[in-house]
């Protein structure tokens, strides 16, 4: 069924917020699609008046909100030369980097399994999770490790491993639950009382074939979750850094790699969003000026990483997608400060934009609740950039595709090529 409402909704960042928000509280719906002065939904079974009264709420909320062009910083459409960006912080550090990608592309090639070997293929495991075989996999290690060796070459970053898992109370404290509450999973064990334990058993079997119905009595017997799967890496960093105190010289800088978790309802695919996805992300903490000299060396990275692989996108500003009473505010602030950036990589099976990774300037909403200062006691300020593993295989593997070319010899040579054609630091030959 196809529903209309109608609402105008010009702003670009007002129509993905009530997207998602719509997919997210409505799993049956389908599509949403903008016009000069309705908004349609289409999806089956969904209650129009229900519907109405929430488009209604959520555009009444960012009426106010002025559209703000976002603003590119480099587009690859307008590049001047293939192979000529290359970051201006520190040029050695990314051609070692660049180097080493190569060299384990072209291993992760030959490790490619013999044919005599059953071969598993990619393929999805479940709501918004996939399994990768060899050739996706391969190249998920590999380009989690030229990110990796950029931070640590380039910054000196400590590398961190870290859980699945963090505690509630350390989320809540810094801040995100207020926030990114949509991005919560909890994490509830069997409850280890004697009679809920003993019984849970019998109450599976009993109930086999009962399906949703089953899963929704299961709270009966789960315990009190204490703990939440990972909605952002960065969040480790800030109680390990507690109470530091940092200098011009003497920045914190961390990098980690691991898995994120966001049930995201009726947004979830196979694709671009998943509720199990793989970033590598890097938290600087320092003094203001600091980071924002660092803001604009990963910038020129983001870029130049971008290039090497070969990527169609732009680097442009951004916004989060805010469910909490001060949206609009924050949304606000997002649209007139350079506080996120997004690498939005074209997708090339289907020709949109894809967020593959962002570069975030937190200001003191990590470092305040955390005690973290400067040398001359002011509250010290944190950036992250973030890097989605999942979502920047997925273009290569379909830039791939579309030339009827292995992946990993694919991005191997052009790596080769991008490293043979440009000379010096400074972003052009």
Wanted: hydrophobic share 40%; glycine share 8%; proline share 7%.
């Amino acid at each position: 069924m196809r529903l209309s409402f109608g609402r105008a909704v010009g702003n670009p960042a007002v129509q993905g917020t009530l997207r998602t928000q719509l997919r997210f509280h409505y799993p049956r719906i389908t599509e949403v699609a903008f016009t000069d002065d309705t908004v349609e939904v289409v999806g089956e079974g969904l209650d129009e008046a229900e519907l109405s009264a929430f488009v209604q709420r959520v555009t009444r909320t960012f009426a106010a909100l002025p559209n703000v062009p976002m603003r590119v910083r480099y587009d690859s459409a307008a590049r001047p030369a293939p192979g000529a960006w290359v970051p201006s912080h520190d040029a050695e550090a990314f051609d070692a980097a660049a180097r080493s990608l190569a060299a384990d592309l072209e291993e992760a090639a030959a490790d490619r399994p013999a044919r005599r070997t059953p071969e598993v293929g990619s393929r999805p495991a479940g709501r918004g999770l996939n399994v990768y075989g060899h050739d996706e996999a391969s190249l998920h290690r590999v380009l989690d490790h030229f990110l990796r060796r950029y931070f640590q070459r380039a910054y000196g970053a400590q590398e961190l491993r870290v859980p699945s898992m963090i505690p509630t109370a350390v989320v809540d404290r810094a801040g995100y639950i207020e926030t990114a509450r949509q991005h919560l999973s909890f994490v509830s064990p069997l409850d280890p009382a004697p009679g809920p334990f003993e019984e849970f058993l019998p109450y599976w079997r009993e109930t086999a074939s009962q399906g949703s119905a089953r899963d929704a009595g299961i709270h009966a017997y789960l315990g009190i979750p204490r703990d939440v799967l990972n909605p952002a890496l960065c969040l480790h960093c800030y109680p390990l850094l507690e109470s530091t105190v940092v200098t011009e010289a003497t920045p914190a800088v961390l990098t980690l790699t691991g898995s994120c978790f966001r049930d995201e309802s009726g947004n979830l695919n196979h694709a671009e969003r998943l509720r199990e996805f793989a970033m590598r992300e890097a938290v600087v903490v320092g003094t203001p000026e600091t980071v924002d000299r660092v803001h604009g060396e990963l910038a020129d990275f983001m870029i130049a990483a971008a290039e090497l692989l070969g990527l169609d996108f732009r680097l442009e500003s951004a916004t989060d997608i805010f469910f909490n009473d001060g949206a609009p505010q924050l949304l606000f602030s997002q649209l007139l400060s350079d506080n996120k950036f997004e690498l939005a990589v074209q997708d090339p099976a289907t020709g949109q934009s894809v967020a593959t990774a962002s570069l975030n300037k937190h200001q003191t909403h990590f470092t305040e609740p955390f005690g973290m200062k400067t040398e001359d006691g002011r509250p010290a300020v944190s950036l992250c950039v973030g890097f989605g593993i999942d979502r920047l295989a997925l273009a290569l593997v379909r830039g791939a595709a579309g030339r009827r070319a292995p992946v990993l010899e694919s991005l191997r040579d052009a790596v080769v090529e991008h490293l043979a054609t440009r000379s010096g630091p400074g972003g052009t030959r």
